[in-house]
């Protein structure tokens, strides 16, 4: 199983921007970073996702770094309802079949 | 547009009892995916539906878990007979068309199962 590596858990300011790291050593040249997050009691829902450039959407900012090997996920100025676990997945097959690991579990303080 | 309906949304059993859940995906979603989240945990993929054919069902215990999608829309998801460590929320997702690696999955609320 493609494997990625996030901290347990982050914090940030209310209105700060958070930068949210992921390490994925064993990416290859198909491969497409995912971002999901997953608010209490909710299902997970898609923040962002790249192949080799960086990519920006109304959510978030996604940094590749120029060998693949990590990310960042930029949230430009958190709010509260920002506070979820954030997810980096590596997709490593056709089927698009997510593997989650253990998440980073960003709390925002007002 | 409808996002991906669950239901119930709780259920309390006890072990050795069966349980069934159900879910809607988002009207035109071709694929359909259970996956099971044990407190703590990120969700593990169960099974994997496209239309109506199973993808991959290779992390369900098939001694006890079934599932089928009848007319490649809704879904069930059986447990029989339940043990303890099946408590966990088991989530619903769908998304447009299988084969692209980067394709959206979109989540139910999920159904959340004690087991006592």
């Known amino acids: 199983d493609a494997k990625t590596t996030q901290p347990n858990s982050m914090e940030s300011n209310e209105e700060e921007p958070v930068h949210l790291p992921c390490n994925h050593s064993t990416i290859s040249g198909t491969d497409y970073i995912h971002w999901y997050r997953q608010l209490p009691s909710q299902g997970p829902e898609y923040v962002i996702h790249?192949?080799?450039s960086n990519v920006n959407n109304r959510m978030a900012s996604l940094a590749i770094a120029e060998d693949r090997k990590s990310s960042t996920l930029i949230l430009h100025r958190a709010t509260l309802r920002d506070a979820a676990v954030y997810y980096c997945i590596q997709n490593n097959n056709a089927g698009n079949m997510l593997t989650f690991g253990g998440g980073t579990r960003l709390m925002v303080k007002p | 547009e409808a996002g991906v309906a669950q239901s119930p949304r709780y259920k309390i059993i006890e072990k050795r009892q069966s349980v069934a859940f159900w879910c809607n995906p988002i009207?035109?979603?071709?694929?359909l995916y259970w996956y099971q989240q044990i407190l703590g945990q990120g969700p593990k993929l169960l099974i994997q539906f496209q239309n109506n054919g199973v993808v991959d069902d290779s992390q369900l215990p098939k001694d006890r878990f079934s599932a089928e999608r009848l007319k490649g829309v809704d879904s069930t998801l059986k447990i029989q007979p339940a043990k303890l460590e099946d408590s966990a929320v088991y989530l619903c997702?769908?998304?447009?068309?299988?084969?692209?690696?980067?394709?959206?999955?979109?989540f139910g609320p999920g159904t959340r199962l004690l087991v006592l």
């Open positions: 997702a769908s998304s447009l068309v299988r084969g692209m690696d980067w394709e959206t999955q979109y």
């Open positions: 009207s035109g979603h071709a694929t």
């Open positions: 790249g192949l080799t």
